[in-house]
Nanobody
Framework: QVQLVESGGGLVQPGGSLRLSCAAS????????MRWYRQAPGKERELVAN????????NYADSVKGRFAISRDNAKNTVYLQMNSLNVEDTAVYYC???????WGQGTQVTVSS
């Protein structure tokens, strides 16, 4: 079955960086676009970044543009989210998704705090 497993979250100071990973299995990863979402306490889930199946096409929410970078390694069935210049507003649970398969990971917590 389709499985998405996120990792790499944690506590980081403002201005710091984190790299999230999402390991995929149960489907032909290289055929599907992938997305990262986040959900902060009391807020709706927000689309953060999208990447096409080959990795050439990427899109970002305005709130993270220029600070976050989505990438993928189709040989490793893994999608990444490099997050730089983090601020407290980036605190959330981050989820990866294969939207065409309506599949989600369990999420990884990112907390930005001094």
């Amino acid at each position: 079955q389709v499985q998405l497993v996120e990792s790499g979250g944690g506590l980081v100071q403002p201005g710091g960086s984190l790299r999230l990973s999402c390991a995929a299995s149960g489907f032909t990863f290289s055929n599907y676009r992938m997305r990262w979402y986040r959900q902060a306490p009391g807020k709706e889930r927000e689309l953060v970044a999208n990447i096409g199946s080959t990795g050439v096409s990427t899109n970002y929410a305005d709130s993270v543009k220029g600070r976050f970078a989505i990438s993928r390694d189709n040989a490793k069935n893994t999608v990444y989210l490099q997050m730089n210049s983090l601020n407290v507003e980036d605190t959330a649970v981050y989820y990866c998704s294969a939207p065409s398969l309506n599949s989600w990971g369990q999420g990884t917590q990112v907390t930005v705090s001094s």
